[in-house]
């Protein structure tokens, strides 16, 4: 297990997606657009090919970030619905219509014994993700975040 998560250290680098294939792809991107040449219709042609898989490079490390984040909030929201009935013995519907999506994954890190009480006062007094955060006092790590 990693060490101890909190608030301070709950954020999650994958190092070859943030400090190899993103970068890489953005060079990539920039080299092609510095190399763009439009001297003849042969170049221009060429140009443009290039530039059309520039994009492609640089787009598909963001989108399978994007397609992966995706997923685990909907891994993260099924988890609060399962939660909540376990504490509360009711279902989480009524409260999942008044909070927001990033309200939700931040109370995800609630202990059981806070999530009820920070789910309500998240709702009386509207939390942005981050205050959520700082408010829970036992931390209930993830370790499996993308």
């Known amino acids: 297990m990693d060490k101890k998560q909190d608030y301070s250290n709950h954020a999650r680098y994958f190092p070859f997606h943030h400090f190899f294939l993103a970068p890489l792809s953005l060079a ?6 510095i190399d763009l040449d439009f001297s003849s219709s042969e170049a221009i042609a060429e140009s443009i090919k290039s530039f059309i898989l520039a994009i492609m490079v640089l787009s598909l490390p963001m989108l399978s970030r994007i397609y992966a984040l995706k997923n685990q909030n909907r891994i993260i929201f099924a988890e609060m619905r399962a939660r909540y009935a376990e504490l509360s013995g009711k279902a989480f519907r009524e409260k ?24 309500e006062e998240t709702i009386e007094k509207n939390y942005s993700p981050k205050e959520i955060k700082m408010k829970i006092k036992n931390w209930k790590g993830d370790y499996q975040r993308v």
């Open 28 to 33: 990539f991107f920039i080299w092609t657009l």
């Open 96 to 119: 999942e219509e008044k909070l927001k999506g990033g309200q939700i994954i931040a109370l995800r890190f609630a202990s059981d014994e806070e999530l009820l009480p920070l789910i």
